[in-house]
Nanobody, 122 residues
Framework: QVQLVESGGGLVQAGGSLRLSCAAS????????MGWFRQAPGKEREFVAA????????DYADSVKGRFTISRDNAKNTVYLQMNSLKPEDTAVYYC???????????????WGQGTQVTVSS
């Protein structure tokens, strides 16, 4: 069992930056691949980024590639999402999730956090 708690969301102007954190409980955090997803009002939840259990492999959605960076610190049971050059279309609730295997699909992930709101103003 893994419990996930996101933090770091907020209101930022276009072009600004935010860093999201996701703190995990449980001794097995380092054995899970981690992902970030987002969901805007009226839209499906979509993949943003994923990282392998070791941190050695990452994946990004095309829409955030070059602007967002996912990383993890297994000693702190935490995964991060550094978001730079934010755009209004990045506005959404951001969720972190844990999976036995790194993937880009929602159905791959077993454990989910409650989400944190990111709002980018133009």
């Amino acid at each position: 069992q893994v419990q996930l708690v996101e933090s770091g969301g907020g209101l930022v102007q276009a072009g600004g930056s935010l860093r999201l954190s996701c703190a995990a409980s449980g001794r097995t955090f380092s054995s899970y691949a981690m992902g970030w997803f987002r969901q805007a009002p009226g839209k499906e939840r979509e993949f943003v980024a994923a990282i392998s259990w070791s941190g050695g492999s990452t994946d990004y959605a095309d829409s955030v590639k070059g602007r967002f960076t996912i990383s993890r610190d297994n000693a702190k049971n935490t995964v991060y999402l550094q978001m730079n050059s934010l755009k209004p279309e990045d506005t959404a609730v951001y969720y972190c999730a844990a999976s036995a295997n790194r993937g880009v699909e929602v159905r791959v992930y077993v454990y989910w956090g409650q989400g944190t709101q990111v709002t980018v103003s133009s």
